[in-house]
């Protein structure tokens, strides 16, 4: 980055004017908010898919063309390269299709080594004994942490983005793989706290600790805490040790919550669906979930879930369900209606859901009896929503609120290009959805 000679203060190589001088972004020009918004929209877009094609990678599995795009982009966003705004929104939805690619590798991926996913019921209370509670999204830190557990009287818990866990055949198979602890990723300060056991954290949705517990929380791989032990190589006998040093848990009842409904389930009772839709037994499909938003605003989601009709299936994935995932929507003709797909990156999966029915009702996806309403909060949901835009989807509800990187001039454009709409009341909003697919 430049600097002016005289008064050592930042340089914008695009109205070569110093923030004195009216700019108030050096690099790219606070003139030009715009272009900003899109090099900020594409940043945190290749942050997600940096995160899936990592993981990917880890199980082997490389695609040049995703690594290929990371270099271009990123070099884009590089000062005095691009200031074109129509080839940065190109780039951003090329973000999108890259972000398919890494999603489709990493469901390959767990596929291969775990199996494909079914629908399993989870239990959410606890059994009495010592326990590791595992946050974050890494299946191969978990399978590891599995084997290193077998028969030494440590049972391993879920949280968060790893409740999909359960539904795979090649983790299921642990016996001491007994349940869920707790809910959204912002809600581990609290349920931390009150858990007496071991914590592992794997991936990124990590919090700075609580004095409290802090000594019981430990990291591997990406994800690193200040002043907590970080284990490398899949080595986990520190934490386990933790876990058999600390309180047992108690033999305590809970609920259960139902995952696995991957593509490849709910595909194989495709037949059930499209006859229950040409019967008029299934009216509306919506996919309610994604990264959930601390505070109460997130409320929304239940409310909009509670309200949807009977005859209406509820797909959901990523931590987004917690907000709704303990309600008992029943069945139609023995399909639930509420359909746990899994990790935020199974957005794959509710993507090959609705690319196949597409096909069998031979329309567009945007066709379908079929409405997204998102909740997002950081990195991989950013990906995400370019993954859909990028496949043309449109008239998609995101909220609680809006990113603020977002300016009124880029939302415009993904409002005339997209429909995308910010989310209001639950039951307006639930009402018009309904009425715009009658």
Same mark, same amino acid.
């Given at each position: 980055?430049?600097?002016?000679?005289?008064?050592?203060?930042?340089?914008?190589?695009?109205?070569?004017?110093?923030?004195?001088?009216?700019?108030?972004?050096?690099?790219?020009? =606070?003139?030009?908010? %715009?272009?900003?918004?899109?090099?900020?929209?594409?940043?945190?877009?290749?942050?997600?898919?940096?995160?899936?094609?990592?993981?990917? +990678?880890?199980?082997?599995?490389? %695609?040049?063309?995703?690594?290929? @795009?990371?270099?271009?982009? #990123?070099?884009?966003?590089? $000062?005095?390269?691009?200031?074109?705004?129509?080839?940065?929104?190109?780039?951003?939805?090329?973000?999108?299709?890259?972000?398919?690619?890494?999603?489709?590798?990493?469901?390959?991926?767990?596929?291969? +080594?775990?199996?494909?996913?079914?629908?399993?019921?989870?239990?959410?209370?606890?059994?009495? =004994?010592?326990?590791?509670?595992? *946050?974050?999204?890494?299946?191969?830190?978990?399978?590891?942490?599995?084997?290193?557990?077998?028969?030494?009287?440590?049972?391993?818990?879920?949280?968060?983005?790893?409740?999909?866990?359960?539904?795979?055949?090649?983790?299921?198979?642990?016996?001491?793989?007994?349940?869920?602890?707790?809910?959204?990723?912002?809600? &581990?300060?609290?349920?931390?706290?009150?858990?007496?056991?071991?914590?592992?954290?794997? $991936?990124?949705?990590?919090?700075?600790?609580?004095?409290?517990?802090?000594?019981?929380? @430990?990291?591997?791989?990406?994800?690193?805490?200040?002043? *907590?032990?970080?284990?490398?190589?899949?080595?986990?006998?520190?934490?386990?040790?933790?876990?058999? &040093?600390?309180?047992?848990?108690?033999? +305590?009842? =809970?609920?259960?919550?139902?995952?696995? @409904?991957?593509?490849?389930?709910?595909?194989?009772?495709?037949?059930?669906?499209?006859?229950?839709?040409?019967?008029?037994?299934?009216?509306?499909?919506?996919?309610?979930?994604?990264?959930?938003?601390?505070?109460?605003?997130?409320?929304?989601?239940?409310?909009?879930?509670?309200?949807?009709?009977?005859?209406?299936?509820?797909?959901?994935?990523?931590?987004?369900?917690?907000? @709704?995932? %303990?309600?008992?929507?029943?069945?139609?003709?023995?399909?639930? +209606?509420?359909?746990?797909?899994?990790?935020?990156?199974?957005?794959?999966?509710?993507? &090959?859901?609705?690319?196949?029915?597409?096909?069998?009702?031979?329309?567009?996806?945007?066709? #379908?009896?079929?409405?997204?309403?998102?909740?997002?909060?950081?990195?991989?949901?950013?990906?995400?929503?370019? $993954?859909?835009?990028?496949?043309?989807?449109?008239?998609?509800?995101? =909220?609680?609120?809006?990113?603020?990187?977002?300016?009124?001039?880029? #939302?415009?454009?993904?409002?005339?290009?997209?429909?995308? $709409?910010?989310?209001? %009341?639950?039951?307006?909003?639930?009402?018009?959805?309904?009425?715009?697919?009658?």
């Amino acid at each position: 980055m430049a600097t002016t000679s005289n008064k050592n203060a930042m340089f914008c190589y695009q109205c070569s004017q110093t923030p004195e001088g009216g700019c108030t972004r050096a690099g790219v020009c =606070g003139k030009s908010p %715009d272009l900003a918004a899109l090099m900020d929209t594409l940043i945190f877009g290749l942050k997600g898919v940096a995160a899936y094609a990592h993981h990917a +990678r880890e199980f082997g599995k490389i %695609d040049p063309e995703v690594d290929g @795009f990371m270099h271009e982009a #990123l070099f884009a966003t590089l $000062t005095n390269v691009n200031f074109d705004i129509e080839s940065m929104l190109g780039l951003v939805l090329k973000c999108g299709q890259m972000n398919l690619k890494a999603m489709a590798l990493l469901d390959a991926a767990h596929v291969e +080594r775990f199996g494909n996913p079914v629908p399993t019921e989870v239990p959410t209370g606890t059994r009495a =004994g010592h326990a590791i509670v595992v *946050t974050g999204h890494d299946m191969l830190d978990l399978e590891a942490l599995l084997k290193q557990t077998e028969g030494r009287g440590v049972d391993v818990y879920t949280h968060g983005e790893m409740l999909p866990a359960h539904a795979y055949p090649g983790l299921k198979k642990y016996k001491h793989l007994v349940g869920n602890y707790g809910g959204a990723w912002w809600t &581990q300060k609290k349920e931390f706290d009150a858990w007496p056991g071991a914590i592992l954290a794997t $991936t990124n949705c990590i919090l700075i600790p609580k004095d409290t517990y802090a000594d019981r929380l @430990f990291t591997c791989g990406v994800a690193q805490v200040a002043g *907590t032990v970080h284990l490398k190589d899949r080595d986990f006998e520190p934490v386990i040790r933790k876990a058999l &040093q600390s309180p047992a848990l108690p033999d +305590r009842p =809970g609920g259960k919550l139902v995952t696995g @409904f991957h593509h490849t389930a709910i595909l194989g009772v495709a037949d059930k669906i499209v006859a229950a839709v040409k019967a008029g037994k299934i009216r509306h499909f919506f996919l309610v979930g994604g990264c959930d938003t601390p505070g109460m605003s997130g409320n929304y989601y239940r409310e909009f879930v509670k309200a949807v009709p009977s005859d209406c299936i509820v797909l959901t994935l990523a931590c987004g369900k917690y907000r @709704f995932n %303990d309600l008992d929507l029943g069945t139609i003709d023995g399909i639930p +209606r509420l359909l746990d797909i899994g990790q935020c990156n199974n957005a794959y999966s509710a993507i &090959q859901v609705a690319g196949a029915l597409a096909e069998v009702f031979k329309c567009g996806v945007n066709d #379908l009896p079929l409405t997204f309403v998102l909740t997002w909060f950081e990195q991989k949901a950013v990906a995400i929503l370019l $993954t859909l835009l990028a496949l043309g989807i449109k008239n998609i509800r995101i =909220g609680p609120c809006l990113p603020q990187f977002v300016t009124p001039n880029v #939302l415009g454009i993904l409002v005339e290009k997209f429909g995308l $709409t910010p989310v209001g %009341d639950p039951i307006k909003d639930l009402e018009g959805m309904l009425a715009a697919k009658a």
